[in-house]
């Protein structure tokens, strides 16, 4: 159960109008259908109230932004959604300032998903507040925002987590799955990541011009995916024991363009938009990982699924390629395989969406007056 004390919903609150929403309100529309988390937004913030309303009502408010990306595997590409498609009988209270609506005392936890500079802000506001938080990745615009972040909801009993959807999703847990079942043998080399996808070779990364501003994002693709990739080794090789990278700002002006091509704005960019780092993991394993915004002609990546080489065979792009000769899909051979009760563990009401997980986490650790995975400890 995912109930406050005396078994009323959460009270969850957003804060931050962000281009990331409709995925997030998506996911939690998939676990109110599954009647899996009982909670209710009651509040909406952001720094403009038309920004609040664009998302309270159906048929209210500005109209809705079109989606930033094209790309189907892309959270930024998911339609826009309301509040009232989730509650159509209790809208929320909308506000132009997080701090009047803490002072409202109308939300038990936050969602956080205001830019970068901003989390350690809204968060430590969130948290002397007495309300619980999960913030959008990355957590933090350094270490020391971060861990004041982490200190603050130990120091008061409260759950701080990352919006973080990697370690959720479905080829992520069957990729640990077949590592932990030792089928690929003992782990050797990882690599991961990509130059170059519809951001390149200059554009404005997701329409928003602070992506690529140091003191408002606090870096660039290193810690925008950067986060992503870590988190994604850490979750399947284990803890890094030593690091070397190198950054590079290839594109020191960004743009956007219209159809026709004319620019239409511009960023001056001074975060680097592209790193190469080489890994040495507590195991004895080797790694790179790797990620650019950059990049002109054509991409270059390893698809959304690392590769990782063990003792006894591969797990490269989703797929097991073993010395015996077996060949198959990572999450073939764990449905297959894995028992169902850690099935159902993973992927309750057979729900996959990872932003749907990591809320359920969210509340779950709530009600047990716990941790979530992807917590602020590991954000």
Not at 171 to 178: D, M, Q
Request: charged share 25%; net charge negative; proline share 6%.
């Amino acid at each position: 159960m995912t109930e406050r004390p005396g078994g009323e919903p959460v009270r969850l609150g957003i804060v931050g109008a962000a281009r990331i929403l409709p995925a997030h309100l998506r996911g939690m529309k998939r676990l109110l259908d599954a009647n899996l988390a009982p909670f209710r937004i009651t509040a909406i913030a952001a720094r403009r109230i038309d920004d609040a309303a664009m998302f309270r009502l159906r048929g209210e408010g500005p109209p809705p932004r079109e989606p930033v990306s094209t790309n189907e595997r892309d959270p930024l590409g998911a339609p826009h959604r309301y509040a009232s498609d989730l509650h159509p009988d209790t809208l929320p209270e909308i506000y132009d300032d997080w701090r009047t609506m803490l002072d409202a005392d109308v939300v038990d936890a936050v969602l956080i998903l205001v830019p970068v500079g901003m989390h350690h802000t809204v968060a430590l506001d969130c948290l002397a507040a007495g309300k619980h938080v999960l913030l959008e990745k990355p957590l933090a615009i350094s270490v020391r925002a971060g861990q004041a972040i982490v200190d603050e909801a130990a120091r008061r009993g409260l759950v701080a987590g990352v919006a973080e959807g990697v370690r959720y999703a479905e080829s992520a847990r069957a990729s640990r799955w077949v590592i932990d079942q030792g089928l690929i043998g003992a782990l050797q080399l990882w690599i991961s990541g990509g130059i170059g996808n519809e951001w390149s070779p200059d554009r404005i990364v997701a329409r928003t011009p602070w992506r690529h501003r140091k003191l408002e994002a606090g870096g660039g693709g290193a810690i925008d995916i950067g986060v992503h990739l870590f988190h994604q080794v850490r979750y399947l090789m284990g803890p890094v024991a030593e690091i070397s990278a190198y950054a590079r700002t290839l594109e020191p002006e960004r743009f956007e363009r219209d159809a026709a091509g004319s620019v239409t704005s511009s960023v001056t960019n001074d975060v680097e938009d592209a790193f190469f780092a080489n890994l040495r993991f507590e195991n004895g394993a080797i790694g790179t990982t790797f990620w650019s915004w950059g990049g002109h002609g054509e991409p270059t990546g390893l698809s959304a699924d690392p590769a990782i080489y063990g003792s006894r065979g591969c797990l490269k792009g989703g797929e097991v390629v073993l010395d015996s000769g077996l060949r198959g899909r990572a999450g073939d051979l764990f449905s297959r395989g894995a028992p169902p009760d850690l099935r159902r563990g993973y992927f309750p009401a057979g729900i996959s969406d990872p932003f749907a997980l990591e809320m359920l986490d969210f509340l779950t650790a709530i009600a047990a007056n716990g941790s979530m995975e992807a917590s602020a400890t590991e954000g």
